[in-house]
């Protein structure tokens, strides 16, 4: 069989190449597409990922609702998103073909298995009176249209494997892939090893194995003799620094930064939820590292969940809830119960679009004023917001050290596209990411006087952390204001006045223990492009490309957005024009404008889907050259 050092035909070298798999949520397309990025990683392309799922937990086969698909852009260089036009699209039938085609570029390359273009499928998915748009001369002249049957194909090559038609018909996928891996000269070895554990005798299916083998196999063989395709493409390997990368996606990013967490604060982390797309990843993920001191609950709703949080930071341990936005709505009773109580816990929302249940598998940035004023009352809590995939690492472990050492609510403010989506990682050293450093006080250190569990450390404002039952330091907590020092139920109007400007006083406080907001480009001048949380791929790109065409843009990109780092201000004050990208209708445009009435020009969208590189270009372009 092929490997990465026995390919040498002669192929078209290209810089960088978008692929996009799609068809039916039952067609394997998560699974073709991570195949191929997990074979490109290996190689050594820099990579981005765009998983696209349906809404819908089983919409009607063959129709539009129910489309899957997988976008990876691989790159010889340094890339930050997952392209925003497709090169190559392989689509599993009629609705993957009509629902991605438009974002194929002219003259790209589309791969149909034109055995699902029949009569049935085709109307079904909205294309009616006997059209059918393989035979449609415009798209054939705008696309490079390839059309394999593959349904027959599959079957064909696996007549003499004695399985069923239904598992023969799932081996579909598998041809699909080892066309994409003769196409862009990737080997089948890992896809290969991948099948065999996947279905490896303990699990009773090694014929199961066997037969996706040979599909990927036939597949592979027939781009080769097919002489269909009007070229093969090589994406050489990308220049890294040393060190051990591996494939992460967000979701699996903000676990394993959780569990860090966890090792450098010596805690136990308890995660409360209750199931929500796109958050559940970070559910599952941590169900399986109970070896590391996580415990898993699922609760039986989203307000039972943070409790559950809540409680366990009470009891000693580091309290964690995840959920998306309309999670995120129900539980803000108790956070501010969580502030009233002044313990640490972390709040990981996976923003999707709304509102109510809104595009469920979509992603958008629109809950950052609910992270903001979500609550009743005063009730400010420290924001944090991760920028791209491995990024959730960082954040995630910032989120818990910040907790602990204000002793106050986090909200963590991730997105689908970058919980989902993946990219390479570089493996840090244990040893180089800081220690937590938690306290509990003890009996002895009060020998001399009173225990008071809302006496303030005079920097970080946050008051002791006393684990119930120590002998000594029993104290009252609950929701009702808290006289300040003792803790104990206070209805005196002065002392509610001076706990609520502290509680806040502590969250602002916090401002001196995040880094500075750093400025891609010149420190003053026209233009500042702003950003937060997971535009920052399309940003970058776009901000590249606009200083390619010749214009001055300085870039600066918040991932802290409560407090806002100490001198956001002066950046701000340094640039003529501030402009503000968002997956939403001017959110951070609003915060910045009222809390330091500085005016802001506010590109955005809410479509679903992250911004197109072009889209940015096009906009920050003509605010430079204004």
Known sequence: MPTDQAIENQSTTLDSVVIRFCGDSGDGMQLTGGQFTDTSALFGNDFATFPDFPAEIRAPKGTTFGVSGFQVHLSSESIFTPGDRVNAMIAMNPAGFKVNLEDVEPGGIVIVNEDEFTKGNLSKCGYLDGYNPLEDDEINNKYALVKVPMSRLTKESLADSGMGAKDVNRCRNMFALGIAYWLYERSLDHTKEYLVKKFAEKKGLPEVAKINIRALEAGYYFGETAEVFPARYRVPKAKQEPGTYRQISGNEATVLGLVTAAQKASKPIVYASYPITPASGVFHGL????????????????????????????????????????????????????????????????????????????????????????????????????????????????????????????????????????????????????????????????????????????????????????????????????????????????????????????????????????????????????????????????????????????????????????????????????????????????????????????????????????????????????
């Open 287 to 626: 169900a399986h590292l109970k070896r590391f001191g996580i415990k898993t609950i699922q609760s039986e709703d989203e307000i039972a969940a943070i409790c559950t949080a809540i409680g366990a930071s009470f009891a000693g341990d580091i309290g964690v809830t995840g959920t998306s936005g309309p999670g995120l709505a129900l539980k803000g009773e108790a956070m501010g119960l969580a502030l009233m109580l002044e313990l640490p816990l972390v709040i990981v929302n996976v923003q999707r679009a709304g509102p109510a249940t809104g595009l469920p598998t979509k992603t958008e940035q629109a809950d950052l004023l609910q992270a903001m004023y979500g609550r009743h009352c005063e009730s400010p809590l420290i924001i944090v917001a991760p920028r791209s995939p491995s990024d959730c690492f960082n954040m995630a472990i910032e989120a818990v050290r910040l907790a602990v050492e204000f002793m106050t609510p986090v909200i963590y403010l991730s997105d689908g596209y970058i919980a989902n989506g993946a990219e390479p990682w570089k493996v840090p050293s244990v040893g180089d990411i800081p220690t937590i450093n938690i306290t509990h006080p003890k009996q002895e250190d009060f020998a001399d006087g009173e225990f008071l569990p809302y006496a303030r450390d005079p920097e970080t404002l946050k008051r002791p952390w006393a684990i119930p039952g120590t002998p000594g330091l029993e104290h009252r907590v609950g929701s009702l204001e808290k006289e300040a020092g003792t803790g104990n139920v206070s209805y005196d109007a002065d002392n509610h006045d001076y706990m609520v400007r502290m509680r806040a006083k502590k969250v602002a406080n916090a401002a001196n223990s995040i880094p500075l907001l750093e400025v891609d480009g010149d420190p003053s001048g026209d233009v500042l492009v702003l950003g937060w949380g997971g535009t920052f791929g399309s940003i970058t790109t776009a901000i590249n490309e606009v200083r390619a065409s010749g214009h001055s843009v300085s870039y600066a990109h918040l991932q802290y957005l409560n407090p806002f780092p100490s001198n956001t201000e002066e950046v701000l004050g340094s640039f003529k024009k501030v402009v503000i990208p968002e997956i939403n209708l001017g959110q951070l445009s609003t915060l910045i404008r009222s809390k330091y009435l500085i005016d802001t020009i506010g590109i955005n969208i809410v479509k679903g889907k992250p911004f197109r590189v072009e889209t940015l270009v096009e906009r920050i372009t003509e605010v430079v050259s204004s």
